[in-house]
């Protein structure tokens, strides 16, 4: 049975990254895709697919309750998925305020619309179901020997980014508990691949080495992620719509815990054999260790078990061969970089630059 789906944030990174996704693996689905087309969401990253039948996008803000509920009944909406976030957390420390308005009023609003459309009106729909995008960041830091984060360990954001995130997933649980909204959450670890804007990790990380620029890595660069490939991520999500438990919570993890130093050698290493002829060579010279953030989480790491067990969902790449295919995805297509802001990411606005970690 065909489905027709809301997908909020879908021009963004990891959102673009699913709507492509989604539309090569089920050809009988209908994509509704609703972004207000801030800094780090961009046209261009759904380029390719504007033209598809399958696919209307609107311009619009999740925050704009008559807008949303209208387009939930008018386009009979049976799934939405929620990646619409604000989310670096360098920004949420500067301007907290945006964070606030979308990650808790905007998941507000969603769930409102949901309520009305589905449950408050007389036709009510069977086959519903409200999945958020989440981020591993609201269970706060880890020790280097700490197990890695349970679905049951308590929450303990430390940005106003991460208590946002937080603060969403509770209203999420909230409408399910009280109003009976079929729902389910996932929360992830560090996202990278195509199509993500040019001032995290590792967009950085290439693209300042490629024109030579510092790269810069905060502290002393041992912070340790997992990082997860972004077509990983968009594998998961589509487990959890089909087979997840309503109500139920799954952590999405790469399996792959790397200092972010490592990170930054490996992709300089790869940098040096695809651009031997480079003036700037070996790129790892360029590496400039700048000031930590306040606040800065030590360690981010899922337990992925449940996901595994439950949905026999496990990422297909590791961190050698992701980070292989994303260099090659940045490397042919430089061109999107500028248009969508490349000479306007951390590097630039910092002087140095920011090398803070890629929230999801």
Same mark, same amino acid.
């Given at each position: ?47 390719? +697919?504007?033209? %598809?039948?399958? @696919?209307?996008?609107? =311009? ?7 807008? +949303? $509920? ?9 799934? *939405?998925? =929620? ?24 998941? #507000? +609003? ?41 679905? /049951? ?16 997933? =509770?209203?999420? !649980?909230?409408?399910? !508990?009280?109003?009976? *909204?079929?729902?389910?959450? $996932? ?13 995290? @990790? ?12 510092? *790269?810069?890595?905060?502290?002393? &660069? ?8 972004? *077509? ?29 130093? %490592?990170?930054? #050698? ?13 003036? /700037?060579?070996? #790129? ?12 800065? %989480? ?27 295919? $994303? ?13 969508? &802001? ?15 970690? +890629?929230?999801?």
């Amino acid at each position: 049975m065909a489905n027709r789906l809301l997908v909020t944030g879908g021009a963004g990174f990891i959102g673009a990254n699913f709507v492509h996704f989604w539309l090569k693996n089920h050809p009988h689905d209908r994509l509704l895709v609703l972004d207000l087309l801030t800094y780090a969401g961009n046209r261009l990253n759904l380029q390719t +697919v504007m033209q %598809d039948g399958r @696919l209307r996008f609107v =311009h619009g803000d999740i925050c704009d309750e008559k807008l +949303v $509920t209208g387009l939930l009944e008018e386009e009979a909406i049976d799934t *939405i998925v =929620h990646f619409a976030a604000e989310s670096h957390v360098d920004r949420s420390i500067d301007g907290p305020d945006a964070f606030i308005q979308t990650n808790i009023v905007g998941t #507000h +609003v969603l769930l409102k619309a949901a309520k009305s459309a589905w449950l408050d009106q007389q036709s009510q729909k069977q086959a519903v179901r409200f999945h958020h995008v989440s981020t591993d960041e609201v269970y706060g830091s880890l020790g280097p020997v700490d197990p890695r984060f349970t679905e /049951h360990t308590p929450y303990d954001p430390s940005s106003p980014y991460s208590a946002s995130k937080a603060s969403s997933d =509770h209203l999420v !649980r909230a409408y399910h !508990r009280t109003f009976g *909204i079929p729902v389910t959450i $996932t929360n992830c670890s560090n996202n990278y691949g195509p199509y993500q804007y040019p001032e995290k @990790l590792i967009p950085i990380i290439i693209l300042n080495a490629l024109a030579g620029r510092p *790269i810069p890595v905060y502290g002393d &660069g041992q912070n340790v992620r997992d990082w997860l490939y972004v *077509i990983d991520h968009c594998r998961a999500i589509e487990a959890v719509i089909a087979r997840g438990k309503i109500g139920e919570t799954y952590n999405i993890g790469g399996n792959c815990e790397r200092k972010n130093i %490592d990170i930054v #050698h490996a992709i300089c290493g790869l940098l040096d054999s695809k651009r031997p002829g480079a003036a /700037h060579r070996p #790129h790892a010279k360029l590496i400039q260790f700048v000031k930590d953030r306040p606040g800065h %989480d030590q360690r981010y790491a899922l337990d992925t078990s449940r996901i595994n067990r439950e949905l026999g969902w496990r990422p297909l790449e590791d961190i050698e061969s992701g980070l292989e295919k $994303t260099i090659d995805w940045y490397l042919a297509h430089l061109d999107w970089c500028e248009m969508v &802001g490349g000479k306007s990411s951390a590097a630039t606005r910092h002087g140095l630059g920011i090398a803070g970690t +890629v929230e999801a």
